[in-house]
C-alpha cells in the first residue's frame, strides 16, 4: 500500500509581458505562469501526480499559497483510495467547511482545488499508464457518473441522465479511438489575433496559420472599434473565405457597447464572439445574443464552476462554450460541463493558450469525442504556440491537428530545469532585469 | 502631504470551534478569523485605516497573502488623492491587469480588494473625523456616484439613474440623522438558531432575544427536516406570534430538496428563507421563489459581486437580499448593491455576525437610511452577540437595535492586544490545546 507523502508546491512564473505575447483587452502584460503542484507518494516506483493553476503573474504566490492549503486534505491518503474515488476526493476537496467560505466553488480557492485535483488524475492515468483522455474513455459510465458532483445540477442534468449519455456513447468508441489515434482533434489558433500585435504581424501570422491547416483563427478585440474593423478585415483578406474567424473581447463591454460593437465586425464573417462582457452575467450574454443573432456568442474560460455553466445553458445565454482546465475543480467538473454542454446540445471549444493549458484540455476535448458526445469535426480546441518546449509531453501539433497524447497521464508535467529556472522570484528567469 | 507607507497584514483567528458558536448546515466548525490589514501613513497625527476580510478559518493564510498582494497599488499613494477618489482607488484594485485573473472580481482576491478598500475609507472617515455612516450621508449625490463602478452594470442602473436616487433622499436627510442618533438601526437576532445548540438552548435564547427587545429572530435549517420542523415550532411557541422568525439553509438543498422543505416549515411562520440553494444559482433561486411563495426568498451574504446581485434582481430570484461589508470589493460596491436595491424596491437585511462583521455593516445600512432609500424600520441587520469586546469601538445594542456609532472611521480596528493574543499561529490562544 502507497500513500501520498507530500503536497508540493512551485510558484513559476515565464517573462512572457516582455514581448507583448497573449495581450488583450483586458489583460495587455500577461507574465504566463503557473501554481504548481505535485503530489509525491512513497511508491517504490517514484509515482507522482502533477498539476496546476494557471495565472497571469502578480498574485500567482497567492494561488499557490491556496494549492498548499490544501495539504491536510491531500497527505497521508492512500493512494489506491484516491484513484478508486476520484469522484470522493474531489468533494472532500470543495467540501472542506472552513475552506469553503473562500469561493464557495470560485476564484482562487477553487482553481486551487482544480490543480490537485488534476494532479490526482495525472497519478490515476500514470498508475494504469495510460493517456488521461484513454483512462477517462476507458471508465464504465458509471464510474464516470460517480466522479461528479450533482449538488446544484439536479435542476439540469439528473445522474440518470448523464448515464444515459454516457451510454449512448458507447458504440462506436473503439472506432472513434482508431479516428483519433489516426486523424488527431481540429485545433484554432489564436497566435495571429494578439492586441499588442502590429497589422503586418497579424497578416502574416493569419497567412501562416492557414498554411500550418488551421481552420479556424481567432482575433482579440474590444479596445478600438476603428481597430477592430481593420485587423478583422485585414485578418479576413489575409485567410480568404473559407476559413472561420472567431472574435475574442475577453469581457471589455457592456451590452449597450457590445451589440453595435459586433454588428459592425459582423460584416467580416465572424465563426464567434467571445466574452463579450462579464464572465458572471448571464442575463447579459442572453441579452447579446438575442440582439446580435446570428452571430454567435460564447464564454467559459473564465466561468467560474458547473453552477455557473448550468444557467449560461439553461437561459439560453450562449451558442458555445469555452471550458478551461485549471479555472474550475479539476478533471470532475469539467466532464459535468461536458455532459451539461452535451444535454443541452451545445458544442465545446475548449480554451488553451497560456501556459501548459493546451497540453491538458486536450484531453478533456478528446475524452468528450470518444466517451461524451461523440463528435468532433464541427469543434476545435484552442491553440497558442508558446512555452510547450517546458513539457515533459508537450503537444503535438500536425496540419493543424492536435495528435492525440500517448504517454502515460495528464501531459501535464514541466521539466525540472524549468521549474528550477523560471521559479519565482529566485530563479534565473527573474534575476535578469526586466525590461 | 502625506502618503501611505505601508499595507500591515495580520491572519487573526478566534478558537470559536470550541464552543459551536456560529455551526450552520454548511460550516459545522467555524473558527471566525479575520485577514485583517492597516494602511500606515506617515502623517504625523498617526493616521491609519483598517478594514479586514472575514473568514472562517483555515485558509485564512491565503486570505492574509491575497490583501498583501494589493502592496504595489497602494504603498506610496499620495493620501490626498485616495480619499479624494475612492472610486479611482477601487477600481485601481480590481483593474490590475495581472490580479484580475484571479477572480475577476470574485472570491478571495476580491475579498482582499474589499479589506483593502474598507480600510481605506475608514482612513477617510478618521480623517475627516466622522464615523463612517456620517461620512457617507455627507458627500454629494454627483461625489457618491463617482465612487462606483459601473461597469456591467449599465443595463440595470445607470450614473444618471443613481444619481437621481441620490438626489430624491436629500430632502429630511437631517430629520433622519436625528432620527437615528436618537432611535438607532432594527437589529434581529440570529444567536438562538445555531444547529449545534440543543433544544432547551434554543428555546432559552429565543425568549431572552425577545425579553431584550428583538423583534426578529433567525433559526438555522438544512440539515435534518424532522429536527428543522420542532426547532421552528419550539421557538415560535417561545417568541409567540408577534415576533418574526427566519430560516437560514445555508445553501444546504437543490430546487427539488428545497420545496417541499420549505413549504413543511412554512406554517410555522417563516418570514424568509435565506440561501436555500447555491449563491451563485440565479435561476434555482427564480425557480424556488415562485414555487413557494408566498414565502419570501433571500441570498447575498455569499454573493459575489454586484454583477450576481444585478441578476438576481432582474430575474426577480428574490424578495430580500442580504449585503455584507466585507465579501465583495469594499464600500465601493456595497454602495452600489445598495442603489441597485433601491432601484428594484427591494429592502436589504446586513448580514453580520462572526467577527467584526456587525462593527462594519451597521454603517452601510446607516447610510443607506440617510442617504439612498429614506428607509429603516421594515428592515433590520442581522445581529450575534460574538467578539465584540476585541474592537476599539464596538457596537452598541440597546432594546434591539444599532445605536449609531459616533466615533470617527468605520468601526474597523481591533484592539491592539487581540492582534497579539489570537495572531495564527503563534498567538497565546493558539499555543493552548484545541479540544
Known amino acids: 500500500m502507497s500513500r501520498i507523502s507530500a503536497l508540493e508546491t512551485h ?15 483586458m489583460n495587455p502584460d500577461p507574465d504566463y505562469s503557473a ?20 495565472t497571469i503573474g502578480r498574485g500567482n504566490e497567492v494561488q499557490t499559497a491556496a494549492c498548499a492549503a490544501l495539504h491536510h486534505l491531500v497527505v497521508g491518503l492512500d493512494v489506491e483510495g484516491v484513484v478508486a474515488d476520484l469522484g470522493g476526493f474531489a468533494r472532500s476537496l470543495t467540501g472542506d467547511s472552513q475552506l469553503r467560505w473562500l469561493g464557495p466553488e470560485k476564484g482562487v480557492m477553487h482553481m486551487a482545488v482544480g490543480a490537485v485535483v488534476n494532479a490526482a488524475w495525472d497519478l490515476a492515468a500514470r498508475r494504469a499508464g495510460k493517456p488521461l483522455w484513454r483512462f477517462i474513455a476507458d471508465m464504465s459510465p458509471d464510474e464516470i457518473v460517480r466522479c461528479i458532483d450533482f449538488r446544484y445540477l439536479s435542476d439540469a442534468l439528473a445522474p440518470a441522465e448523464a448515464l444515459a449519455i454516457l451510454r449512448a456513447a458507447e458504440p462506436g468508441k473503439s472506432e472513434r479511438i482508431d479516428y483519433l489515434l489516426q486523424r488527431g482533434y481540429p485545433a484554432y489558433s489564436t497566435s495571429p489575433g494578439w492586441l499588442g500585435y502590429p497589422d503586418d504581424k497579424v497578416v502574416r501570422l493569419a497567412r501562416q496559420a492557414v498554411s500550418e491547416g488551421f481552420r479556424t483563427i481567432k482575433i482579440k478585440v474590444g479596445l ?5 474593423e481593420r485587423r478583422c478585415r485585414l485578418a479576413r483578406e489575409a485567410i480568404g473565405p473559407e476559413i472561420a474567424m472567431a472574435a475574442d473581447a475577453n469581457q471589455r463591454w457592456d451590452f449597450d457597447v457590445a451589440v453595435p460593437w459586433i454588428r459592425r ?3 467580416y464573417g465572424i465563426a464567434w464572439v467571445e466574452e463579450p462582457t462579464s464572465p458572471d452575467d448571464i442575463l ?9 443573432a446570428p452571430v454567435l456568442i460564447s464564454t467559459g474560460e473564465h ?4 453552477v455557473l455553466f448550468k444557467q449560461f445553458l439553461q437561459a439560453d445565454a450562449v451558442d458555445l462554450i469555452q471550458i478551461d482546465a485549471t479555472r474550475v475543480g479539476g478533471v470532475n467538473e469539467n466532464l459535468a460541463i461536458l455532459l451539461l454542454a452535451c444535454k443541452f446540445g451545445i458544442r465545446v471549444f475548449p480554451h488553451a493558450g497560456g501556459v501548459g493549458l493546451c497540453e491538458l484540455v486536450q484531453h478533456l476535448a478528446m475524452a468528450d469525442f470518444i466517451a ?6 464541427d469543434r476545435a480546441i484552442e491553440f497558442v504556440d508558446h512555452l510547450h518546449e517546458h513539457f515533459v509531453d508537450p503537444v503535438r501539433i500536425r496540419n493543424g491537428r492536435y495528435m492525440a497524447p500517448t504517454a502515460a497521464g495528464f501531459s501535464a508535467q514541466m521539466r525540472p530545469e524549468a521549474l528550477v529556472h523560471y521559479r519565482f522570484p529566485g530563479g534565473a528567469a527573474w534575476r535578469t532585469p526586466y525590461l
Do not use: C, K, M, W
Not at 501554481?35 to 494557471?54: C, K, Q
Not at 478600438?224 to 477592430?228: A, C, K, R, T, V
Open 11 to 25: 510558484d513559476i512564473r515565464f517573462p512572457t509581458s516582455r514581448e507583448f505575447h497573449g495581450s488583450d483587452a
Open 35 to 54: 501554481a504548481y503542484v505535485v503530489l509525491r507518494t512513497d511508491d517504490a516506483s517514484g509515482l507522482a501526480g502533477h498539476g496546476f493553476a494557471f
Open 224 to 228: 478600438s472599434l476603428e481597430d477592430d
Open 265 to 267: 465586425l459582423a460584416p
Open 284 to 292: 447579459a450574454h442572453r441579452a447579446i445574443r438575442a440582439a446580435v
Open 303 to 306: 466561468t467560474q464552476n458547473r
Open 372 to 377: 461524451v458526445t461523440g463528435q468532433i469535426e
